[in-house]
């Protein structure tokens, strides 16, 4: 069992949950401290002043009455409480409302041990205090504000709307690395797929812009060489047609009683071969991706196979994605006709599981040893002469069909099939969709 199985996958969900998993135990410890410390020592030190003036007022009302007088008389102008005392009263009858204080009803017990008390709400959301005494009822009547921090509340208020304004700040802060690393990502898989980005630049944070540079360093890196290797081949192609044109010229002008079929046979091959090195030299990387149905292009790319056997051609809905048609076809037809070469039934299969368009060419020829599935794919590689892989007797075919199918961000795989023969698999992901939010502009 790993953390990470219990974490979200995404590096924004990552970040967010990093800063939201302090922030809740940070607001939440500071509450709980500022509760259970901070408020409750300051309502405990306003109840201690209340309950200290109340016995005051009454010790000068049993000793001084013409004092007790000024000093209610001096609370009631001040506003700090409506100080009354009741002679004669025997029975304490409590004031409507709820209890409240009891940091106050600690004080009061303490200053008032042999006496009767009790303090509740009113509906004017005044504080009464009543103590019932010997000869009658003290009564007094102020601010609850005066023993309880009635705002405490608001630091509450302003942490939770603190920590949101920082979460929503480190949100859009974020939303920019992120935006800037699904960018790369997006131009990495347009590279790869063989396509061009013109406006890409690197954008986002030190390290990302680094990477963003460094990808594009490699494309040129990739670029110059794959013309170098096109250039050397397209010359040495050039190079040798002349004198095999040269050659063909004199076989045509060659008595009639000369047998030249072995040797215009011996050109031809010649000529296929340098095609063949061409084609894979040049991977039609002038060719710009478009959107095309793979499902048409297959059925396209496999009707010679089916005039040279028995072909059974298995599709589902139109598959529309961008692709290089010609590529495509061409290593389709490759493994189509390099399995009607050896086998007689054909089977070409198209299917979308999620996320991806497969093409499945199957027959029941010889097939390939599973430990030589990997060599096939080898340019200019010759297995078993059983199973000569590529129609034009190059050893190119899996190695062209593989290099298409890469270039589109997939790949050939190679396996039994349930004909009893070979199975290649070309495995193209689907389109994937631009993510939101991405531009082409630096920041």
């Given amino acids: 069992m790993r953390l990470r199985d219990y974490t979200p996958q995404g590096y924004n969900a990552r970040h967010i949950m990093i800063l939201i998993v302090p922030m809740m135990i940070f607001v939440v410890s500071m509450t709980l401290y500022f509760f259970t410390t901070h408020v409750q020592q300051v309502n405990s030190r306003l109840s201690r002043a209340v309950a200290d003036e109340l016995a005051f007022v009454n010790s000068e009302r049993l000793t001084n009455p013409q004092i007790w007088v000024e000093l209610t008389d001096g ?12 002679p004669g009263v025997t029975t304490l009858i409590r004031p409507d409302g709820e209890a409240c204080c009891d940091e106050l009803g600690e004080e009061l017990r303490l200053r008032f041990r042999d006496q009767t008390w009790a303090y509740r709400y009113r509906p004017d959301d005044l504080l009464t205090v009543r103590i019932l005494m010997d000869d009658g009822l003290l009564e007094a009547k102020m601010d609850r504000k005066r023993v309880i921090i009635i705002n405490a509340h608001i630091f509450i208020v302003w942490t939770v709307a603190f920590s949101v304004f920082l979460l929503i700040t480190s949100y859009l802060f974020l939303r920019n690395q992120v935006r800037s690393i699904l960018q790369l990502s997006w131009a ?7 396509e061009d980005m013109p406006n890409f630049k690197p954008s986002g944070a030190l390290e990302v812009r680094k990477a963003a540079r460094s990808l594009l360093r490699m494309r040129n890196r990739i670029r110059r060489y794959a013309d170098q290797r096109t250039a050397m081949l397209a010359g040495v192609s050039h190079d040798l047609r002349t004198p095999l044109a040269r050659l063909k010229l004199e076989l045509a002008l060659a008595p009639k009683e000369y047998d030249t079929t072995e040797a215009r046979r011996d050109i031809d091959e010649m000529e296929r071969m340098l095609d063949g090195y061409l084609a ?6 002038s060719e710009q991706p478009v959107p095309a149905d793979v499902t048409a292009i297959a059925r396209e ?7 040279r056997t028995d072909l059974e051609f298995v599709s589902v809905a139109p598959v529309q994605m961008r692709i290089r048609p010609l590529a495509l076809k061409r290593a ?3 493994l189509a006709n390099n399995a009607a070469d050896h086998g007689k039934k054909v089977r070409v299969t198209v299917s979308t599981p999620p996320g991806e368009a497969v093409i499945t060419i ?3 020829g010889p097939g390939i040893p599973p430990e030589n599935y990997e060599d096939a794919f080898r340019p200019f590689s010759r297995l078993d002469p059983s199973r000569n892989q590529n129609v034009s007797g190059v050893g190119l075919g899996l190695t062209i069909a593989r290099d298409t199918a890469r270039a589109h961000g997939g790949d050939v795989t190679l396996g039994k099939s349930e004909l009893g023969g070979l199975r290649a698999v070309i495995r193209l992901p689907l389109d994937a969709e631009r993510p939101k939010g991405l531009r082409d502009e630096d920041d």
């Fill in 75 to 86: 609370f009631r102008r001040s506003g700090l409480m409506d100080v009354t005392f009741t």
């Fill in 188 to 194: 990495a898989d347009v590279f790869g797929r063989g």
């Fill in 280 to 285: 894979f030299a040049r991977g039609e990387d």
């Fill in 301 to 307: 790319a496999s009707a010679v196979a089916a005039t």
């Fill in 332 to 334: 389709i037809s490759n």
């Fill in 362 to 364: 199957e027959d029941d």
